[in-house]
C-alpha cells in the first residue's frame, strides 16, 4: 500500500470519527446545560419527573468513559496521519516510492523422471555409448537453485543438480579395448542404522553454475564466478522446464563450445522503441581439463543480439564467438638433482574459434528456434589428441571444422498441447568416449548425421509437463556413402518445477 493511499484512508477515518462524537456530544451538552427562556417546555415538565428517572448517576458516568474512550482513538489516528504525512512528503522530496523489500533468500528447482528406449542398433554407433538398448525408467535432473539477494541490486546464485551419478559408470571393457571388464559401484554399507545389512548407493552433486551478480543497471551488469556461456540461445534456456525438446543440440551436448566457464561476464540490454539491444562480454579459463588453467591464456567470448517485439509478437536474431586455447599436461618428480623439482609434459595443445548465429520467433501459438555453430580447431605438431582406432594401431584427431545446426518449430494449442518438429544436422564432429576408451578418448571426426525428431509436450498444471520426443538417428561418414547408424530413440519425461 502506498503512503498516499494510508493518508486517505486514515482520514476518512478521522472525519468518520469526528462525526460520530459531535452526534454522541451534541444532546449531552443540552442536557448538562441549565433551562433559559426559549426551553420553557423543559422547566415545566421537570418537577413532575418520577424519582427513578431523576435518580439515574451512572449514565453521565458511562458517557463520560465512551467519550473518552472516543477522543483516545481518534487522537492515535491524528498521529498516525501526521506521521504517514511526514512519510510522504519526506519519500516525495527524495524521489524514493513505498515498495515491498524484495525477499532476501529464495530457493526453487525442478526434476524429471522418465523412460529410455533404443529400438535395435545394438551394433550400431549410438549403442556404443549408451548403457542399454533396453527399455528402462531413467532418474533424469533433480537441480535446487539457492537464489540470495543480500542488498539491493547484488545477487547470488548457486545451482546444484543432484545425479545418481557415477554409479552404474563403465570403467573398462573386455579385451581388446581393456584387461578385463569393470564398472563403477558406489554401494555401501549405512553404519549408521540399526539395520546390520542396510545398505546406500552414493549418488554425485554437479554444481551447475556458482555466481556473485551486481547490477549498475539494466545496460550493465558484472557478474563473478561458475556461469553459463551464453553461447546463442538454448544454452542459457538451459532447463528441462523452460527448453522445448529433451535432446540437446550437438553443439551443446558435444561441447564443441564450452557450456560453463569459470571467470568475469559482463552482459545488459537497452530498448530503442520497441527493439532490444543486447551484448555480453566474458573472460575466462576456458576449456581446462581441470578447474585451473595450465597456461597464461585466457579465452575470449562475446555475443551480441537484436530483439523486435510488437504485436506480431517477438523476433530475435543473435550471434555468438569464442575463442581459446586448450592445454593438458602430466606432472612428474625430477629426482635428478638435489632438489626435487616438478617436470611437467604437454601433452595435448590446440586453439579453437567458434562462432554461431540463432534466430528465435514467436508469433501467438507458434515458437521457432534455429541455431547454426561452425568450430575451428587446430593442434600444435605433435599434441594433438588420441582417437579410438578401429584396424589397430594409434589414431590421432586432425584439424578440422566442425558444425552442428538445427531448426525447430513447435506450436502451442488452447488445450495446453504442444507438438513440434526438429531437424539437426552433424558434420565432421568427433564423438567423446567413455571412460572405458582411456587415453583414446575420441572417436574418428569422418562422420555426418542427421538427427529428425518428432514430439509433443502436454501441460498438466502449471507445475507439470509431460515431455515426449521420438528421434530418428542416422549416420553416415562425412561423404555420406556408408550408413553406420539407422535407428529410433524414444525419450518421455514427467518434469516437475517447483
Known amino acids: 500500500m502506498t503512503q498516499c493511499t494510508y493518508i486517505s484512508k486514515t482520514r476518512a477515518l478521522s472525519w468518520g470519527v469526528w462525526a460520530l462524537l459531535v452526534l454522541c456530544t451534541a444532546p449531552l451538552s443540552a442536557q448538562d446545560q441549565p433551562p433559559t427562556a426559549a426551553e420553557p417546555e423543559s422547566a415545566a415538565v421537570a418537577p413532575t419527573e418520577s424519582p427513578a428517572a431523576v435518580a439515574e448517576p451512572a449514565a453521565p458516568a458511562d458517557t463520560a468513559s465512551e467519550l473518552a474512550a472516543l477522543r483516545a482513538e481518534v487522537n492515535a489516528l491524528k498521529t498516525k496521519q501526521e506521521e504517514a504525512e511526514t512519510a510522504a512528503l519526506l519519500a516525495e522530496g527524495s524521489g524514493e516510492t513505498s515498495v515491498e523489500e524484495p525477499e532476501k533468500l529464495r530457493i526453487y528447482g525442478f526434476m524429471d523422471f522418465g523412460m529410455d528406449k533404443m529400438f535395435g542398433g545394438k551394433s550400431s554407433g549410438a549403442a556404443v555409448v549408451r548403457p542399454t538398448t533396453s527399455n528402462t525408467f531413467v532418474f533424469g535432473n533433480l537441480n535446487l537453485y539457492i537464489d540470495a539477494n543480500p542488498v539491493e541490486n547484488l545477487r547470488c546464485l548457486t545451482e546444484i543438480r543432484l ?95 564450452p557450456t560453463r566457464l569459470l571467470g568475469v561476464h559482463a552482459y545488459g540490454s537497452q530498448f530503442i522503441g520497441n527493439a532490444e539491444i543486447g551484448y555480453a562480454f566474458h573472460i575466462s579459463n576456458g576449456r581446462t581439463p581441470t578447474d585451473f588453467d595450465f597456461t597464461e591464456d585466457k579465452a575470449l567470448g562475446a555475443r551480441v543480439y537484436w530483439a523486435q517485439e510488437g504485436d506480431f509478437g517477438r523476433f530475435v536474431l543473435g550471434a555468438s564467438g569464442y575463442w581459446g586455447t586448450y592445454n593438458d599436461q602430466q606432472r612428474a618428480l625430477d629426482l635428478s638433482s638435489s632438489t626435487v623439482r616438478i617436470g611437467l609434459l604437454e601433452t595435448v595443445a590446440y586453439t579453437e574459434e567458434v562462432a554461431g548465429l540463432d534466430a528465435a520467433l514467436d508469433v501467438g501459438g507458434l515458437r521457432v528456434r534455429s541455431e547454426g555453430v561452425l568450430r575451428w580447431v587446430q593442434y600444435e605438431d605433435g599434441k594433438a589428441e588420441r582417437s579410438l582406432a578401429t584396424g589397430g594401431g594409434e589414431r590421432f584427431l586432425p584439424n578440422r571444422v ?97
Do not use: C
Request: charged share 15%; hydrophobic share 40%.
Open 163 to 257: 545425479t545418481m551419478a557415477p554409479h552404474g559408470e563403465e570403467l573398462q571393457l573386455g579385451p581388446p579395448i581393456g584387461t578385463s571388464y569393470q564398472r563403477q559401484d558406489t554401494t555401501t554399507f549405512d553404519y549408521a542404522s540399526p539395520s546390520s545389512q542396510a545398505q546406500l548407493r552414493l549418488g554425485g552433486l554437479f554444481i551447475e553454475r556458482a555466481y556473485s551478480e551486481y547490477e549498475f543497471s539494466k545496460a550493465f551488469k558484472l557478474l563473478a564466478g561458475l556461469y553459463l556461456n551464453p553461447f546463442g540461445i538454448w544454452n542459457l534456456d538451459h532447463g528441462s522446464p523452460t527448453l522445448i525438446s529433451l535432446m540437446l543440440p550437438t553443439f551443446i551436448s558435444a561441447q564443441m563450445v
Open 402 to 498: 566442425e558444425f552442428s545446426g538445427y531448426i525447430l518449430a513447435a506450436y502451442r494449442t488452447p488445450f495446453r498441447i504442444e507438438p513440434y518438429l526438429q531437424a539437426e544436422l552433424m558434420y565432421n564432429k568427433s564423438a567423446t568416449l567413455p571412460r572405458w576408451a582411456g587415453f583414446n578418448a575420441f572417436s574418428s571426426p569422418n562422420v555426418a548425421a542427421l538427427y529428425l525428431s518428432v514430439g509433443i509436450n502436454i501441460e498438466l498444471t502449471t507445475h507439470t509437463q509431460l515431455k515426449t520426443q521420438l528421434v530418428w538417428n542416422q549416420a553416415w561418414d562425412s561423404r555420406f556413402e556408408n550408413k553406420n547408424t539407422n535407428v529410433p530413440l524414444l525419450f518421455v519425461r514427467l518434469v516437475n518445477s517447483f
